[in-house]
């Protein structure tokens, strides 16, 4: 059974950290672009970075390149999303998600998608 499984979310004080695990089962991730979104309440579904498969290589929405980190462990098939000086705006549900290519922060473009992990930043 294809799974992706989101963990590491919870409630942080404002410029606290996190970090966020999104662990594979049922299928090698390493063989997909692996991508993290998120969505707040009211809003829409907007991706903060992606690793590709090919080399590694790392992407960022503009907004979101100072404070998050993205990084994979192939061994563990799993892929983390640091996040540093959190604020309340950051405040969203986090989703992993994985894809054939990290060109596009379409939420369509992905075909696998984890259930989300809550994180709240408030003091």
């Known amino acids: 059974q294809v799974q992706l499984v989101e963990s590491g979310g919870g409630l942080v004080q404002p410029g606290g950290s996190l970090r966020l695990s999104c662990a594979a089962s049922?299928?090698?991730?390493?063989?997909?672009?692996k991508a993290w979104f998120r969505q707040a309440p009211g809003k829409e579904r907007e991706g903060i970075s992606c690793?590709?498969?090919?080399?590694?290589?790392?992407y960022y929405a503009d907004s979101m390149k100072d404070r998050f980190t993205i990084s994979r462990d192939n061994a563990k098939n799993t892929v983390y999303l640091q996040m540093n000086s959190l604020e309340p705006e950051d405040t969203a549900v986090y989703y992993c998600?994985?894809?054939?290519?990290?060109?596009?922060?379409?939420?369509?473009?992905?075909?696998?998608w984890g259930r989300g992990t809550q994180v709240t930043v408030s003091s």
């Open positions: 049922g299928f090698t991730l390493d063989h997909y672009a």
């Open positions: 998600a994985a894809g054939d290519l990290c060109s596009t922060w379409s939420a369509n473009d992905y075909d696998y």
């Open positions: 690793i590709s498969s090919a080399d590694g290589s790392t």
